[in-house]
């Protein structure tokens, strides 16, 4: 078999298990979960595969025609380098743990077949997106992906808060989706081709005729589906989907995807020094203020979504410098020690009963009713912290010190205010990352109380596939050394310079932190925080649910508790309340977005209403009236008829004799 035959079975095989699933979920339901683990780890399977025949040498290309179209064609065209063959095996490894964890975690779900469905038609378009050599077929994928993740973040429609998240997960992408189109258009325009390797050609001998534009356009595209600056606040909100949804969402796809198109695109945004600018403060932006709102987040959830927009600012920032390896080697790292996080998160959701770290912090010996999670997740916060030797330390420095040669003037593959936006923002958020860390691990796992409720010890299934996700969180950061033969050759090994300031600030981070917890926390004993879910019969899915439902009704939002007990309440002191909100961004897009729409509608039914209505209304009156009138004198009496007639005929006599005479 071929390995072009092999790559296009990759995206193919989680597709035909969804619709396989969606058909046979009701009539065969013992057929789901085959369905739904089988074709997605043989997927796993030939993209390993595919990524040892393309083996970091020449790029795969290959396509074919769909249909004519005019002077730009769109064709079905594969476009596979070393950064696509491993971005594949990536999203094939987390599709597949996170299948294999769904069957215990929603082992009681009725509306699983569905679930598994989209989580691998999920799969199969990110999967689309990464081997796709044509931009229109990558929008398929791209466009896929949006609304699977709209159906999977409002799984639990019964709760107002998926509700309002799926929604607005959908409307905040879309609304960033509008330019990226326009700017996939003026890209072909002047190209002559949606082929990703003649646009880079065109862009390559000067062809693009207003790249700036271009890629502002792009980039709104981009900062929506990777939940950048400002495009960002959907994504702490959709963490009330189910928490396996949240590790493949933050993991290795949606969000993932916007990284991966600029960095299989960079070149055109490197036709702009402008563009490049841009991207560098808005990769700035979001890592220091997601640093600082996840500081203040009390759902252990909305802390990791926060961690995950800080580290796609990372990425971001690795390709406003101009180094798209280092960015997909954050990428690859990222996405092993991020799904660990969520699915650790969603063992310890089940335990405790709660996703308020709050209430966590007032429940002794938690660590030791998830074991499997404690120990696993503790791997997957130093990768986080970027402490070494694990798998975060490598890939952040490799950021940092790309930054660090473009803020010093060692290369000019992009503007030296990138660099120093980057490497300065780089390195605050590593004080912060290492904060939050620090304080999730401590509130989770340290607390001080009752006992946690019993539910049980977690199906294998579950606490399996963390132990598998820890081996690269701690080992995949050594593949600094081969990994450039697979990206540009360009080196990954740590700089001395940003590796101690970096390591150095992230354990200042964690220290002072520390100290914060110890001061603080002998004041929760006097303070008992909300409830908890406790049904030692119930699978993790219906916890969650219900945790989820009671944490806005007991602390009056979905981010924030007033724990006295909180070091997050003292580090930031009295931005705590800002950040615990997002900066309230949602407040200024509902006064500058949300109202003058809300207006333009209300303004657009009382027209219709009032007015389109009225005279439609009116032209139906007049005719109505008309037939009223005609209709009393229709009296069925003969002599009434022949009476009319003959007056009739009198009048007109009178008339003609008038007229003649002259009178």
């Known amino acids: 078999m071929t390995t072009t035959t092999l790559a296009v079975l990759v995206p193919l095989l989680p597709f035909l298990g969804a619709v396989a699933g969606l058909l046979l979920g009701r009539t065969a339901p013992g057929f789901v979960r085959p369905l739904a683990v089988l074709p997605t780890l043989a997927s796993l399977v030939l993209a390993v595969l595919v990524a040892v025949h393309q083996g970091g040498g020449q790029a795969i290309d290959t396509h074919t025609e769909l249909t004519p179209t005019g002077s730009v064609p769109i064709e079905l065209g594969l476009h596979i380098d070393g950064f696509a063959a491993l971005v594949a095996v990536l999203v094939g490894v987390v599709a597949t743990c996170v299948q294999i964890y769904s069957t215990g975690y929603l082992r009681d779900d009725p509306r699983y077949p569905s679930y598994a469905a989209l989580v691998s038609l999920f799969t199969s378009a990110m999967l689309l997106v990464v081997y796709s050599g044509d931009l229109m077929v990558l929008l398929v994928g791209w466009e896929v992906m949006g609304i699977c993740s709209y159906f999977l973040v409002g799984h639990y429609w019964e709760t107002p808060e998926a509700r309002a998240a799926s929604l607005k997960a959908f409307l905040v992408t879309k609304l960033g989706d509008v330019p990226f189109l326009i700017g996939l258009f003026a890209l072909a325009t002047d190209s002559g081709s949606f ?58 796809t949606m969000v993932a995807a916007g990284i991966y198109f600029v960095a299989r695109l960079l070149p055109v945004f490197h036709a702009s020094a402008a563009a490049m600018v841009v991207l560098a403060v808005m990769a700035g932006v979001t890592m220091v203020g997601s640093g600082l709102a996840a500081l203040a987040q009390d759902d252990i959830k909305r802390v990791l979504a926060y961690s995950t927009i800080g580290q796609l600012g990372y990425m971001a920032g690795a390709l ?122 401590l509130l989770a796992f340290r607390g001080h109380g009752t006992e946690a409720p019993d539910h049980g010890r977690q199906p294998i299934t579950m606490t399996a596939v963390l132990w598998v996700l820890a081996i690269p969180s701690l080992a995949f950061g050594l593949a600094f050394g081969p990994l450039p033969d697979w990206f540009d050759g360009r080196d990954l090994t740590p700089v001395l310079t940003t590796s101690v300031l970096g390591t150095g600030l992230a354990l200042v981070g964690g220290i002072v932190t520390y100290g914060a917890w110890r001061h603080t926390t002998a004041l929760a004993a006097g303070v008992p925080m909300g409830a908890v879910a406790a049904h030692p019969g119930a699978d993790a899915g219906q916890v969650e649910a219900e945790a989820i439902a009671g944490h806005a009704p007991a602390f009056g939002g979905v981010a924030y508790a007033p724990d006295p007990a909180d070091p997050g309440r003292l580090l930031l002191g009295p931005l705590h309340r800002h950040a615990a909100v997002g900066f309230h961004l949602d407040a200024v897009y509902t006064v500058l977005f949300v109202r003058p729409v809300q207006a333009g509608a209300s303004l657009a039914r009382f027209l219709d209403r009032e007015v389109v209505d009225t005279y439609v209304r009116g032209a139906g009156a007049l005719p109505r009236w008309l037939g009223t009138a005609v209709r009393r004198a229709q009296t069925g009496n003969v002599q009434t008829y022949v009476s009319a007639l003959l007056a009739g005929t009198v009048v007109l006599v009178v008339a003609a004799l008038l007229v003649a005479t002259g009178a």
């Open 195 to 252: 082929q990703i390797t003649t646009v880079l050609g065109t862009v390559a001998s000067g062809g693009l005729h207003h790249p700036t534009v271009v890629a502002l356009l792009l980039l709104s595209g981009v900062a929506g589906k990777s939940a950048l600056f400002p495009l960002h606040t959907w994504l702490p909100d959709a963490m009330a989907g189910p928490t396996p949804v949240s590790a493949l969402i933050h993991a290795a």
């Open 320 to 441: 406003a410098v101009g180094d798209r390896g280092a960015a997909v080697f954050h990428l690859l790292a990222h996405g092993a020690f991020k799904a660990l996080l969520f699915l650790a998160a969603g063992v310890i959701i089940h335990a405790s009963g709660t996703n308020s770290l709050a209430v966590m912090s007032r429940m002794k010996d938690l660590r030791t009713r998830v074991p499997d999670a404690y120990w696993t997740m503790t791997v997957a916060l130093l990768a986080l912290a970027a402490i070494p030797p694990f798998s975060g330390f490598f890939s952040k420095e490799a950021v940092l010190g790309a930054a660090e040669h473009v803020a010093t003037g060692h290369t000019e593959q992009a503007p030296g205010a990138s660099g120093w936006i980057v490497l300065v923002t780089g390195l605050v958020t590593a004080v912060l990352t290492a904060a939050y860390a620090t304080r999730l691990w």
